[in-house]
T-cell receptor, first 109, second 114 residues
Framework: EDKVVQSPLSLVVHEGDTVTLNCSYE??????LLWYKQEKKAPTFLFML????IEKKSGRLSSILDKKELFSILNITATQTGDSAIYLC?????????FGAGTTVTVRA | DGGITQSPKYLFRKEGQNVTLSCEQN?????MYWYRQDPGQGLRLIYY???????QKGDIAEGYSVSREKKESFPLTVTSAQKNPTAFYLC?????????????FGDGTRLSIL
């Protein structure tokens, strides 16, 4: 059975801090890993990672994949209150997505 | 605007009652999905459909039913057999045959028991 595990489950930081979120996976026929941000409603797509060691960046967010050790990290630098959300990672298998439990990030002013 | 519309946003169910959650998309996607989200458990797949008139059970299908009569629509019925229906329900869609494409999500329906 496919497994996607995120850690920590929650964390609280102050504005300006850097946050590192972890996602480990055990997926048959691994092809990619996806990160989503969820603010109360619909998850919105952040990154898709397919190759090891290649960092993807979008503003203050970045992510990287390690296919040898089967994990990915999502970094958020100079956090802002608008970064408060649940961050989900997921791995597709056939036509399904297996999601981790998510990491709830709270950024205090 | 292309997207996924879920309705209603909030729904209350009485004991023994079936309720239906609506999901409509105008993205021309073949594949559609229903997820249930509980605190601390992430998203769990209920049902998915890759083509009209065909659908498959996900990981937690018991107590739920779906239909896919039109490409744009994938309604979910929460039956009285689902004893713990209180959750946030998300509908998603994607392009079939391109598993690297991300799924697009609706804004969700929050279901509670009266």
């Amino acid at each position: 059975e496919d497994k996607v595990v995120q850690s920590p489950l929650s964390l609280v930081v102050h504005e300006g801090d850097t946050v590192t979120l972890n996602c480990s996976y055990e997926v048959t026929n691994f092809r990619s890993l996806l990160w989503y941000k969820q603010e109360k409603k619909a998850p919105t797509f952040l990154f898709m990672l397919t190759s090891s060691g290649i960092e993807k960046k979008s503003g203050r967010l970045s992510s990287i994949l390690d296919k040898k050790e089967l994990f990915s990290i999502l970094n958020i630098t100079a956090t802002q209150t608008g970064d408060s959300a649940i961050y989900l990672c997921a791995a597709p298998n056939d036509y399904k997505l297996s999601f981790g439990a998510g990491t709830t990030v709270t950024v205090r002013a | 605007d292309g997207g996924i519309t879920q309705s209603p946003k909030y729904l209350f169910r009485k004991e023994g009652q079936n309720v239906t959650l609506s999901c409509e998309q105008n993205l021309n996607h073949d594949a559609m999905y229903w997820y249930r989200q509980d605190p601390g458990q992430g998203l769990r797949l209920i049902y998915y459909s890759q083509i009209v008139n065909d659908f498959q059970k996900g990981d937690i299908a018991e107590g739920y039913s779906v239909s896919r009569e039109k490409k744009e629509s994938f309604p979910l019925t929460v039956t009285s057999a689902q004893k713990n229906p209180t959750a946030f329900y998300l509908c998603a869609s994607s392009i079939v045959g391109e598993s690297e494409q991300p799924q697009h999500f609706g804004d969700g329906t929050r279901l509670s028991i009266l």
